[in-house]
């Protein structure tokens, strides 16, 4: 697994030391930094990482958390058919739906969040950072 999506949830816990998730999202982002993997964030989550980050302290520093995002992983397009295989799809939640269709369409290999059962649907890997960590040492 050479290219993985990695959803915002993951990405939050990074950004805000979020106990008890930090470590795990912190060695996943490590590797990602230092080439041993490729990480992709779909352009969607850049907006709703940044809204929530607004939220708890201000804009310019939420800015600053996005760029220091960005200048370690690659953005993963929305395509327009992305968006029509999501409407199309059975999935219950949109945001998780069109997250599969932009790993999909941009080559990821599995897609890393916290929440897996909301990826009952997905046609890929759908592992936490700690399984994900695992699979690649062991």
Same mark, same amino acid.
């Given at each position: ?19 008890? $998730? $930090?470590?795990?999202? =912190? ?16 352009? @969607? ?22 760029? =220091?995002?960005?200048?370690?992983? =690659? ?16 999935? =219950? @939640? ?45």
């Amino acid at each position: 697994m050479k290219k993985i999506l990695i959803d915002s949830d993951v990405c939050l816990d990074l950004i805000t030391a979020r106990y008890p $998730f $930090f470590q795990e999202a =912190n060695r996943l982002f490590s590797l990602v930094e230092n080439g041993n993997c490729e990480g992709v964030v779909s352009a @969607d989550s850049f907006s709703n990482i940044y809204y929530i980050l607004r939220k708890f302290s201000n804009s310019s520093k939420a800015r600053e958390q996005i760029k =220091n995002l960005r200048k370690i992983t =690659n953005v993963g397009e929305i395509r327009t058919s992305s968006i029509d295989s999501t409407l199309a799809s059975e999935w =219950n @939640d949109f945001e998780d739906a069109l997250q599969h269709a932009c790993a999909l369409e941009n080559g990821c290999d599995a897609i890393i969040s916290r929440n897996k059962q909301d990826y009952k649907k997905a046609e890929l890997p759908v592992l936490t950072a700690m399984e994900f960590l695992q699979k690649i040492s062991g």
